[in-house]
C-alpha cells in the first residue's frame, strides 16, 4: 500500500542554519504531496503542497520539490527561526485516502 | 471564522463505556476525516467521508464508527473502548476528495481509556 517515510527527529539546528528533512513515498498513480506543521498543543496547518511531478511548493521561506524519479519531496528552507521549532509532517493524498509520515521534531536554538 | 471545531478536548474514560467525539466544519467542505496520531507513528486515517452518506474505512478503522447525515458534521463513536484506543485524535475537513486540497484540522481531542 501507500505509504510516506521521513527521517527521525529530532534535529536540532542555530538559529539561521539550514534545514532540510527528506521525504520520501511509495504510492501507485499520481499522488499529491503535502507538508504540515504542528504547534505544540494544536492541530495541524497545510505548509506547503504540490500535486504533480516536477512542481515546487513554497511557503514562508519552506521549499520542496516533487521528484518523482527519486519519489521524494524534501523541505528545505535556507535560515532557520526559533519560531520555526514544531514537528514537521510530510504526507501524500492518492485515491481519496491520505498518508502521513510519522513526524519530524525540529528545534532552533538561538 | 472558517474552523473544525472537536468536543471534548479531553476526555478520559473507561473500558467498554461507549462514547462519541463530535466534529463540526463550517466550511461546507465534502469531505472529512478522522485520525489519531501516536508517538512515531504520525498520523493514521481511521475513517474518511466524501459526501453526506459516503464513507469508507481508512488504515486503522477497527473498533470505530463514524456516520455523515448532515454536511457540517462527522462523529467518531467508539462503541466499546479499550486501552489501545488511548491516542490524540483529529478530525480534518477539505473543500473536495479530489487530490491536492488543503485539508483543515481540528485542535484534536485527547482520549484515555483506562
Known amino acids: 500500500g501507500d505509504s510516506v517515510t521521513q527521517m527521525e527527529g529530532p534535529v536540532t539546528l542555530s538559529e539561521e542554519a539550514f534545514l532540510t528533512i527528506n521525504c520520501t513515498y511509495t504510492a501507485t498513480g499520481y499522488p499529491s504531496l503535502f507538508w504540515y506543521v504542528q504547534y505544540p498543543g494544536e492541530g495541524l496547518q497545510l505548509l506547503l503542497k504540490?500535486?504533480?511531478?516536477?512542481d515546487k511548493g513554497s511557503n514562508k521561506g519552506f521549499e520542496a520539490t516533487y521528484r518523482k524519479e527519486t519519489t521524494s519531496f524534501h523541505l528545505e528552507k535556507g535560515s532557520v527561526q526559533v519560531s520555526d521549532s514544531a514537528v514537521y509532517f510530510c504526507?501524500?493524498?492518492?485515491?481519496?485516502?491520505?498518508?502521513f509520515g510519522s513526524g519530524t521534531k525540529l528545534n532552533v536554538k538561538p | 471564522e472558517a474552523q473544525v471545531t472537536q468536543n471534548p478536548r479531553y476526555l478520559i474514560t473507561v473500558t467498554g463505556k461507549k462514547l462519541t467525539v463530535t466534529c463540526s466544519q463550517n466550511?461546507?467542505?465534502?469531505?472529512m476525516s478522522w485520525y489519531r496520531q501516536d508517538p512515531g507513528l504520525g498520523l493514521r486515517q481511521i475513517y474518511y467521508?466524501?459526501?453526506?452518506?459516503?464513507?469508507d474505512k481508512g488504515d486503522v478503522p477497527e473498533g470505530y464508527k463514524v456516520s455523515r447525515k448532515e454536511k457540517r458534521n462527522f462523529p467518531l463513536i467508539l462503541e466499546s473502548p479499550s486501552p489501545n484506543q488511548t491516542s490524540l485524535y483529529f478530525c480534518?475537513?477539505?473543500?473536495?476528495?479530489?487530490?491536492?486540497?488543503?485539508?483543515?484540522f481540528g485542535p484534536g481531542t485527547r482520549l484515555t481509556v483506562t
Open positions: 504540490a500535486t504533480k511531478a516536477d
Open positions: 480534518a475537513s477539505s473543500l473536495s476528495y479530489q487530490g491536492g486540497h488543503e485539508q483543515y
Open positions: 467521508s466524501m459526501n453526506v452518506e459516503v464513507t
Open positions: 504526507a501524500l493524498s492518492n485515491f481519496n485516502k491520505f498518508y
Open positions: 466550511m461546507n467542505h465534502e469531505y
